[in-house]
């Protein structure tokens, strides 16, 4: 069973007299497990199709569903608990909530869901210990660097163990050491526990670990290849 | 799904303190709008209280009992006999806490210098401090000994008017039932002072049984006053005592005697909670305009937690919870002040600058603050509900915006 199903979606957004195609006609089957990327130059509608996988935006036209369940017909508190409990995001900006400590943003999302403080400081401190970030989980964003903030995005993410994780550039502003340490946890998680990854970027390195690569220009899917 | 109650209470604890002087400055206009509901409630309750108390205290006491045309024509001609066995059953009862009856005329005051219309009361001392008299008025000499005391006791106000001072003789001037003049002679046996200038220059004390020989009358008498044990609810002694008078005497309470102080008392409360409303919509311009500023500058923020899986009723929430929190410390800091403003003022604040202005509507020039907890209760509901119903707008607003535009704002 595919794990997304992506029929004919269109999203076009009225820019003056022009039209700027944001999704045209993109069809995609994503099998569970799998480990992709989305490539291409900016505006061709990498993050409009992570959006609109993951309900922050919705369609012109077109059917997506996740599990066989059409998302796109979803109403606000169904797409919110789609993404309370199925899938983690990684956003192009880390969007840390400035006034809670690193701990704090990474159980936000536990919290939300109803886990029990010890299983949330359970799984927060290993997460944490598992990205670099051991001894800063009282530390809030403000006073970590950008890169600490992306891997406290990262571990929020992945904390409530989704089985879709749909990541927005995840490794910008990580050095080359970060990167690759991030990229083998998501593939070891993606490995053990089939979860299923999305991820657009610009970078060449990450491209590599990925099984499917697909290449997206103006809004359209123009190369989708198995590595 | 449940509310994540926590998480929502704590992210709205620390939102309040990002912008501490513009939450400090909105504390500052609750704890004052508060305070003002408050404090000015207790003066307002003190005024209308006091002038009810002045009220009873000079018809006096709670219910009377005339005969029917008194109050048309207060002369000697419409008196009443002294109260019956039944009567006397009923004022001898649970229900009365004092009474006393009294001889009420029109009469006229002489002294070597000056004359003045005043009301002539002839009354037992015993049965007059129980209505309310207190020895404590009595600024010079003493008060009448006994229904028999041949002197008399004037108000402060009443002897400056006259020239003329204690020990002194007056003559005081009334009619009889046949409409003959009847007077006599008495020596000025006390002065009293009382809240209201007009109580002191009006009224003159004498012994009821030498006013009633002075009147021709033998044991009638004008008025029987009766005062309950609570004169917010004179109804059922008012009934009580009408079951027991024959039908040519008029029972009336307070209320109806005074129908001024009665409407007085019923639109007290309607007047607080519309006063109460109106410092709230003054203040609610300021809630709404923190709250909109809070929001807009979390727009992102907002987003971000749609994003991660929050509900919109979860954001409505946070922001409700976000205004409650400002609004219970504001009620806190509000009523603490308004506390602690009001009680060292409960000896009375001295207005006797505009204590001419405030005899006209019968109230006296030291004003007594009456801090009641159904008027700090009401305060404070005010506050929470208008205040969350004011705040519905912005958290609604909050909760309203597409997780993607609102992620794209900077």
């Known amino acids: ?227 | 799904m449940v509310l994540p109650l926590k998480p929502v209470s704590v992210l709205a604890w620390r939102n309040l303190w990002r912008n501490y002087r513009r939450t400090l400055i909105m504390l500052l206009a609750i704890t004052l709008g508060v305070w003002a509901m408050i404090f000015m409630t207790s003066l307002l309750r003190g005024m209308v209280d006091d002038m009810v108390r002045q009220g009873i205290a000079a018809l006096p006491g709670h219910v009377q009992v005339h005969a029917a045309a008194y109050r048309d024509d207060p002369s000697v001609t419409h008196s009443l006999p002294a109260p019956g066995n039944q009567l006397l059953a009923v004022l001898n009862g649970g229900q009365v806490a004092a009474w006393s009856s009294r001889v009420r005329v029109p009469a006229m005051i002489s002294s070597e210098y000056e004359n003045r219309g005043v009301t002539l009361l002839g009354v037992d001392p015993e049965g007059e401090l129980a209505l309310g008299f207190k020895d404590s008025d009595i600024v010079e000499g003493r008060f009448l000994n006994a229904s028999d005391d041949r002197g008399i006791v004037i108000g402060r106000k009443l002897l400056q008017r006259l020239e003329t001072r204690l020990g002194k003789r007056v003559v005081l001037m009334s009619q009889d039932p046949d409409n003959t003049i009847a007077d006599g002679g008495f020596r000025i046996a006390g002065v009293f002072k009382a809240e209201l200038e007009s109580r002191e220059e009006g009224y003159v004390y004498a012994g009821r049984d030498v006013v009633q020989a002075m009147l021709g009358i033998g044991s009638d008498v004008s008025e029987i006053a009766v005062l309950g044990q609570d004169y917010q609810a004179p109804e059922t002694l008012t009934a009580t005592i009408r079951d027991v008078v024959t039908e040519d005497l008029e029972v009336l309470s307070w209320l109806e005697l005074d129908p001024y102080l009665a409407t007085m008392m019923r639109v007290m409360n309607g007047f607080v909670l519309v006063w109460m409303v109106v410092i709230f919509l003054a203040l609610s311009f300021g809630l709404v305009n923190t709250l909109m500023m809070a929001v807009f500058e979390r727009v992102r923020e907002i987003g971000l937690m749609q994003a991660l899986g929050m509900r919109p009723a979860a954001i409505v929430y946070q922001i409700l919870v976000e205004s409650l929190m400002l609004l219970a410390l504001g009620l806190v800091a509000g009523n603490l002040l308004a506390i602690g403003t009001v009680m060292p003022l409960k000896d009375g604040i001295d207005v006797s600058a505009v204590s001419q202005g405030l005899e006209m509507m019968g109230a006296s020039s030291v004003l007594y603050p009456v801090l009641l907890w159904p008027d700090l209760l009401l305060a404070n509901i005010v506050v929470i509900v208008l205040g969350m119903m004011t705040s519905l707008l912005p958290a609604w607003r909050a909760s309203q915006y597409r997780p993607v535009e609102a992620l794209s704002r900077t």
């Not at chain 1, 997506?64 to 796109?72: K, L």
Request: hydrophobic share 40%; charged share 25%.
């Open chain 1, 1 to 227: 069973m595919s794990s997304i199903s992506c029929s004919n979606l269109c999203k076009y957004y009225q820019q003056g007299d022009a039209v700027i195609k944001g999704l045209d006609h993109v069809s995609l089957e994503i099998e569970q497990g799998s480990f992709i990327c989305l490539s291409g130059p900016s505006g061709s509608g990498k993050t409009t199709l992570l959006n609109c996988i993951g309900g922050l935006d919705s369609l012109d036209s077109g059917e997506i569903s996740i599990d066989g369940e059409r998302v796109d017909l979803l109403g606000k508190a169904a797409l919110a608990d789609l993404r309370l409990f199925r899938i983690g995001f990684v956003f192009q900006a880390y969007n840390l909530i400035p006034v809670l400590s690193a701990r704090e943003n990474v159980e936000f999302v536990m919290q939300v869901q109803g886990v029990g403080a010890t299983e949330r400081n359970k799984r927060s401190s290993k997460i944490l210990e598992e990205v670099g970030l051991k001894g800063m989980e009282d530390r809030r964003p403000a006073q970590l660097s950008g890169g600490q903030q992306q891997r406290v995005a990262v571990a929020r993410a992945i904390v409530s163990q989704p089985k879709l994780v749909l990541a927005d550039e995840p490794t910008a502003n990580l050095d080359s050491a970060s990167m690759e340490k991030l990229m083998e946890y998501f593939r070891n998680l993606n490995r053990v526990h089939k979860v299923t990854f999305l991820m657009a970027t610009h970078d060449q390195r990450v491209m590599q670990w990925a099984d499917r690569r697909i290449v997206m220009v103006d809004g359209a899917v123009v190369s989708d290849e198995v590595q």
